[in-house]
């Protein structure tokens, strides 16, 4: 259990310390290997000072590797500039080679100046050419281990969010189903369908079973789907759409204006339907007159915007959004998905009503038929 909880808190320690931390078992063992090698040929027992010279030795370069750590996150060896790095922390390790016997000539003078023989330099040049092939191996594994470290916490890090869209996912599905299928709508659908039999248009309810069955089919096919293109999304808003405008009749006005070349541009999952849906439950349904929704989709650069608006009675923009409310339940999954890239505003429009604008970075999906045409 101990080992458990020892390796539990390692997990929050920075990698460098640890590494400068494991140089005290070499700086132990070389200590242990200077004081028994005299002693198993016969020779006299070595003095304090050169166990301790040893052992420090071995220290110095603990002090050398935060340096070394910071040097190789500053420029790691990562394409595009693969060759141009490893030459740079080549060059760099036969300066830290160069630094490590330089501070060892400097512990070797404090602790055995006579072994000096009293040129400095010459100690100094000497003992940089012992430590050149050692030195150089060590300096480049410690890049090694930094990147290796940084890798496998980016690779967690990558892990979480995956499991945290995930779970966005999953809750955005069935945050849809129950706006869609909830008691309220699905009375109100069936309600409108059974007015449409007992008028005896037969079309225009056979049209609504229809739309029903369209969204229920759409949303439980995105399974475990962050993203779905454009024309996907507005397929689900126009099926939406149509049966809001039957249970409304006159009252609900719905207007796309869709730049065409934008349709295969990714999306995220039920998000569009998700500001409609809020443009028709909090402006048009509480009007008694007619009311109009325009969605509006274009790009901008490097970005797609697509703005939902209605002329309802408009936000509250000092009001706060609570906390769990859809608003901001996609805003962290735009959050997940795009980091800061993306974004999501609220605003009340001049002439009154509410606009929402979402903003995600453009990128192309393959559309379903043309994948049935590869």
């Known amino acids: 259990m101990w080992l458990v909880r020892l390796v539990q808190s390692l997990r929050n320690v920075r990698p460098w310390l640890l590494v400068s931390a494991a140089w005290i078992i070499p700086a132990v063992l070389g200590g242990v290997d200077a004081a028994v090698q005299p002693r198993l040929w016969g020779d006299k027992p070595a003095p304090l000072r050169a166990i301790l010279f ?23 060896v990562a394409r595009p500039h693969l060759v141009r790095r490893a030459g740079f922390h080549l060059f760099v390790s036969l300066l830290f080679c160069a630094v490590w016997a330089g501070a060892g000539t ?54 979480i969010q995956l499991a945290r869209l995930s779970e966005q996912l999953s809750s955005a599905r069935f945050a849809a189903l129950q706006a869609q299928l909830n008691p309220h709508f699905l009375f109100n659908t069936l309600n409108t369908i059974a007015v449409f039999v007992r008028e005896g248009d037969k079309t ?130 735009l959050r997940a998905l795009y980091g800061d890239r993306a974004s999501l505003t609220v605003t009340r429009g001049a002439q009154g009503g509410t606009i929402a604008t979402l903003r995600v970075p453009y990128h192309e999906m393959v559309l379903e038929s043309d994948v049935a045409t590869l």
């Not at 100690?123 to 012992?130: D, P, R």
């Open 54 to 76: 040893v052992s420090g030795d071995w220290l110095l370069y603990a002090l050398l590797t935060p340096g070394v750590f910071a040097i190789a996150q500053r420029w790691p």
């Open 106 to 159: 400097v512990l070797r003078a404090f602790l055995q100046p006579q072994a000096l023989g009293g040129n400095a330099w010459r100690s100094f040049a000497s003992w940089l050419f012992i430590t050149f092939p050692f030195g150089v191996a060590v300096y480049l594994s410690m890049v090694g281990i930094e990147h290796a470290t940084r890798y496998f916490a980016e690779m967690r890090e990558h892990e």
């Open 204 to 333: 225009g309810a056979a049209q609504m079973v229809e739309h029903l069955s369209e969204i229920l089919r759409r949303i439980l096919s995105r399974h475990r789907t962050n993203e779905v293109t454009l024309q996907e999304e507005l397929e689900l808003v126009r099926q939406y759409l149509a049966i809001e405008q039957a249970r409304y009749s006159d009252r609900l006005r719905a207007e796309f204006e869709i730049d065409e070349s934008t349709v295969s541009a990714a999306v995220p999952s039920f998000a569009l339907q998700h500001l409609v849906e809020n443009a028709i439950r909090h402006g048009i349904a509480k009007r008694s007159e007619a009311g109009h929704v325009s969605v509006m989709v274009r790009r901008e650069g490097d970005m797609l915007v697509l703005s939902v608006s209605d002329d309802g009675g408009g936000i509250d923009e000092t009001a706060a959004i609570p906390k769990g409310h859809g608003i901001e339940n996609t805003r962290e999954r």
